[in-house]
């Protein structure tokens, strides 16, 4: 594999490099389908890798790939190499897959832009950094990757520059993710400090010596400080305020990133270091908290607001909550799992609100209160999205069920029943707010103007064949791993989850009996939350508007989202402004103001010495004489 695998991210890089060296003049027309088909190749040669490594069974665990030094500084070696296992293989094939779907959509959304080459520059640019990011051999490499993505995603979602908001929230989401940033930069020096290297095999062979101590302070700061970098790539608490207005972009951007590339990061950060993770027990402690408060603060945000793009924003957020919890409770597969089937069923949501978007005419958003009967003129929309609604809703047997199932059964099975709790209340909200939307856009009658209804038109095959693609993986994927029925292949073929030991029983129940009990309850949990959904926004149209009124103090928490923003404005951003206008006025009233009085006493003694520089020669024999005399008086005095 070594010898074509590094095709995999040069692949779109070379698509950056036509389109961004050639495409406005000679190729403007057909830089989508040179990246599209740059991303085709990459999901070709990642199918590929896939296949080897099930042909080898079992056998095949880890293969490093070094292609020649990147950095050599003292004790620090660091090639410029691929670390290929069947993490990395399952992260190539969602972000190429998911990726190639979405970049076939964008053709057909982006038609007609004026900044349409500039786009399929930017695009495959990130999907360059995300292949960088999962495929490197080490933690630096990895690095690079991250801040690259972060880079693409200041600007994507600055992609409309020209408009304020945009620009704004590109700025948001750059500066969010530099904080995050310095704790994953400390945490890695913290790391080679007591390894004396930053390669995965190193570190993992570290994990495995014996070099960290169970429960250690250093390997608990250490994976704390990782962990703050992961809370800022995938939007946790406290650093999730950038990702909902990460709207500001394109629809097929807001696709790419919640679904396949920058937000799932952070996950799959923590599950490739997992040796070291699972020597912390406390950070897996604040992991697994922060995962289920994220999972049902954002869910609950969800649940009032009327953009449908910032609906699946939070929704985001809240899936990836759920990850964080399953690694929290050592479920790391289960983590990686729901990664996998949430890239397919949130990537046909986000692009099911672009065909929406494009019905409408639009570019950013939509009000969800301003649609309605959608299903009559956008039927291939409306299945798709329906499909998708009901999977990340965890109705069975699409896929969302079997993946959040087996976290909330991990979660469970760990005795951490708080975060059983707090994932099953988000589930219930999941449920809920997503047939709200559905409900909201597609069922009913038209709420828009005339005007609006006369232009309302499916999208073209080229945007809705990607969402039936989407759809179907929407519905399978899940079937690659169902313990319930006593199938476990995506584990066995990832093999990398070292959960706590679970329990042989509970009580008179069998840990089995117990996963199907507990499975039943996750089922109607979403039947519940669906049924309310349509009762409220179908069966009884008045019933908003009534809840709203008998709830209105909660219904402004959540509408105000919690007033995280406005806090933080207060207590960081207007206090950086407090500051800066302490230094400005040290600035004007010491340092400038202390230079310019140096200044003027210069010009005034320099004014006061130009005075006796008269020019007259008599003047001049005057001084030197009173000069010799003031000398004479001095010599006799002091000898």
Known sequence: MKYYLWLVPISPALAVIINGLAGERRLRDKAGHIAAAAMGLSLVLSLNCLWQMLFHGGEFRAMEIDYFTWLAAGKLLIPFGFYIDPLTAVMMMVVSLVGTIIFVYAIGYMQGDPGYTRFFTYMPLFTFFMFLLIMGDSLPLLFVGWEGVGLCSYLLIGYYYDRDYAADAGRKAFIVNRIGDFGFLIGMLLLFWNVGSLQFSQLFLAAENGQFAMGGVSITLITLLLFIGATGKSAQIPLFVWLPDAMAGPTPVSALIHAATMVTAGIYMVARLHPLFNLAPATLLVIGAVGG?????????????????KILAYSTISQLGYMFLACGAGAYAAAIFHLMTHAFFKACLFLGAGSVLHAFHRTTDVDVFEAGGLRRVMPYTRWTFLIATLAISGVPPLAGFFSKDEILWQAFASGRMFLWVLGLAAAFCTAFYMFRLYSLLFSG???????????LHESPILMWAPLA????????????????FGYNGFHDFLAIEHPPAAKESFGPFSAHAMETALAIVSILTALAGIFFARMIYVWAP???????????????ILWNKYNVDEAYDSAFIQNYYRVCRGIQWFDDNIIIAGLNRLARFAVQGADGLRRIQTGVLPHYALAAALGMVFLAIWLLICY
């Open 293 to 309: 408060l994220t999972a049902i603060m954002a869910a609950s945000i969800a649940l009032v607001q009327r953009d449908a793009k």
């Open 445 to 455: 009658e038209f709420r828009g103007t005339e005007e609006q209804r006369a232009h």
């Open 469 to 484: 693609a989407l759809a179907f993986f929407a519905v399978c994927t899940g079937w690659l791993n169902m313990p319930l």
């Open 542 to 556: 008045s019933m908003p508007d009534n809840l709203r009124q008998a709830f209105q103090s909660a219904f402004d």
